[in-house]
Structures are given as C-alpha cells and as structure tokens.
C-alpha cells in the first residue's frame, strides 16, 4: 500500500480521535471533579449537531455563528439537568445518578425527534473549509484539517483553564476534597453547576463540528458515547491527558482496523478496553481511588 494511502487514513484517524477526545474531555472533566457517569452526555453532543442545522439551514445563518450559539444552548440545557435533577442525587447511590442521566438520554432523543422528526439530515461545511487540499497526490477534506487543528487547540485551552485559573484552582481543589473545599468557603453546588455546564458546553462544541462530518440523527448520540466511555476507561476516568491519548489510540484503531480486519474492525477497541481494565484497571494515565 502507497506512503500516501496510509497517510490519508492516519489523518482520518487524527480527525476521527480529535473528534472522541473532545467527547470524552467533557465526560472526564464531570467525572474528575463531580464524580458523575453521565450517560446523557452523548445526546447534549446530539443536541448541538440538531442546533447547528436549525441554525445554519433553516435560520440561514454563518456556521461561525452556529459555533458560538448551539454549544451556549447546550450549556443551558446542561446546567438545568444538574440544578432541577443531579443535585438532588450527591452523596447517594451511583446508581441513581446513572439512572437518571439515562432517563434524560430518552428525554433528549424524544423531544428532538419531536422538533426535527426522524430523519437523517446534513449540514454543510464552512464556506472556506468546504474545499480540498493535496496530500501526496491524493485530495483530502479541508474541513477534516481543521478538525485536526482544533482538537489540541481546544485541549490546550482546557489545560490552562485547570491549570492557571482561579476557577480551575477550585475545581482541583474539589475534585481533591468537596468537603475541604465547602469548608474553606467555596460554593460546592455553584462550582458543580458550572462544571456540568462546561461539559455540556464541550458536548455542544463537538456536536456543531461533527454536523458537516456525519449525518444528524437521533441515534448519533447513542453511537458516539459508547466510544467515548472506552476512551475515558483506556485513558483513565477523570484524567485529561489520558483521554487524547485513549482517544488518538482509538482513533487510529478504527481507521486502520478497516485495512486489517474489516469485519472484526468494531470489535477492536472493546478488545482494547478489555486488556486495559485487565492489567490496569484505573486506566494508563488514571489513579487508583481510595
């Protein structure tokens, strides 16, 4: 096989793992500092895909303005589920709180098929991202070059905000221990609010930049936060760094598990997943909780 094959479906893994990382990195981020599995994650990202169509086919608006507006909706969304319904579950049962993230999953799919109804629909891609570039003799998507980009662009930006931000001093600081943290006078239920609404935020943000790449459906959300999970268990649940790498190794292995297995490609990273949580269970970047 040609030096330019194989290097267009390394670039589809990359856009593909940029893609899982940014999922994940919103279910990690929950999970690292609230201690919440959210399964509906997967139907805010659906969410912002069916925003990013209203707004950009039926409001006739600019793609640009689709990024800015769809992910602020889903933040909202996000931060009524954990204000009127997440709250009242902390400190109980984990079960319960998977239960009812499962139940907005049925909440979410059923009032967008309501809206937009059941059918498969499509966005276009930015006016300038809408063309093709030269690789090696071979065209490749620009808009896919931009998704490459924005992966570990929107991930450095998640690593300083945890890193040099009051805001993310506080969330370290709960993530380490709530009940220090309430003690030394910080609002605990603010900061979780604000917390799930940055993962809706990146959910919304992932589901307007996968609109031109996949089509829009209802069952979209299902689909993309079983690999999301795998990625945040490969890397670690709660750990940032480990879901790029998760997500890059997941990446490449759908693309190129394609070439070497076709029928038993889906099978790989449930086999991935299974070795890990075999031999490190906490994941390769994750820490043991005590």
Known sequence: MSISTLTIFFLNGLANGMLLFLIAAGLTLIF?????LNFAH?????????????IVGQGQLNFWLGLVFAPVIVALVGGAMEICC????????????LLLTFAFVLLINDAVRLLWGSAPLTTPSPHFFSGTVQIFG?????????????GPLVGMGLWLLLKFTRFGKVMRAAAADRIMAGALGINVPRLFTGVFMLGAWLGGVVGVLAAPLRTISPAM????IIESFIVAVIGGLGSLPGSLVGALIIGQLNSFGILIAPRAQVAFPFILMALVLLFRPQGLFGKVRR
Not at 32 to 36: D, L, P, Q, S
Not at 86 to 97: A, I
Not at 221 to 224: K, S, T
């Open 32 to 36: 690292g500092v609230m201690g919440v």
């Open 42 to 54: 997967g139907s805010l990202y659906m969410l912002g895909a069916y925003l990013t169509f209203w």
């Open 86 to 97: 997440l709250r009242r579950l902390y400190g109980q049962d984990v079960s319960l709180q």
């Open 138 to 150: 071979q065209t490749y998507p620009t808009y896919n070059l931009l998704i490459i980009i924005l």
């Open 221 to 224: 959300g299902d689909n993309v």
